[in-house]
Nanobody, 120 residues
Framework: QVQLVESGGGLVQPGGSLRLSCAAS????????MGWYRQAPGKERELVAR???????NYADSVKGRFTISRDNAKNMVYLQMNTLKPEDTAVYYC??????????????WGQGTQVTVSS
């Protein structure tokens, strides 16, 4: 089993910054694409950003130029640097990853989520 644990959420004023972290642990042989999704109240979960194992990134249009995704393959970590935050960025942010376990089981898994609230 592989677990994803997010951290770094919180309350921030509009225009502020936060950095989310996600740590993968467990019986990991390899990790493919890692990403961040978010879900606001009453809305569907949506992709925020993702990064392949080779470092190729893509972003939702709504966060381009403000958010940066990165990963540390040696530490099995993925990060989301969020700048110039807006109230509409308020949501629960979820980490997601394509994992391959030591027994070569491949699956997609989610973290438990971390709340980000942008408000004055």
């Amino acid at each position: 089993q592989v677990q994803l644990v997010e951290s770094g959420g919180g309350l921030v004023q509009p225009g502020g910054s936060l950095r989310l972290s996600c740590a993968a642990s467990g019986s990991i042989f390899g990790i493919g694409t890692m990403g961040w999704y978010r879900q606001a109240p009453g809305k569907e979960r949506e992709l925020v950003a993702r990064v392949t194992s080779d470092g190729i990134t893509n972003y939702a249009d709504s966060v381009k130029g403000r958010f940066t995704i990165s990963r540390d393959n040696a530490k099995n970590m993925v990060y989301l640097q969020m700048n110039t935050l807006k109230p509409e960025d308020t949501a629960v942010y979820y980490c997601n990853a394509d994992v391959l376990t030591l027994v070569r089981a491949a699956y997609n898994t989610w973290g438990q989520g971390t709340q980000v609230t942008v408000s004055s």
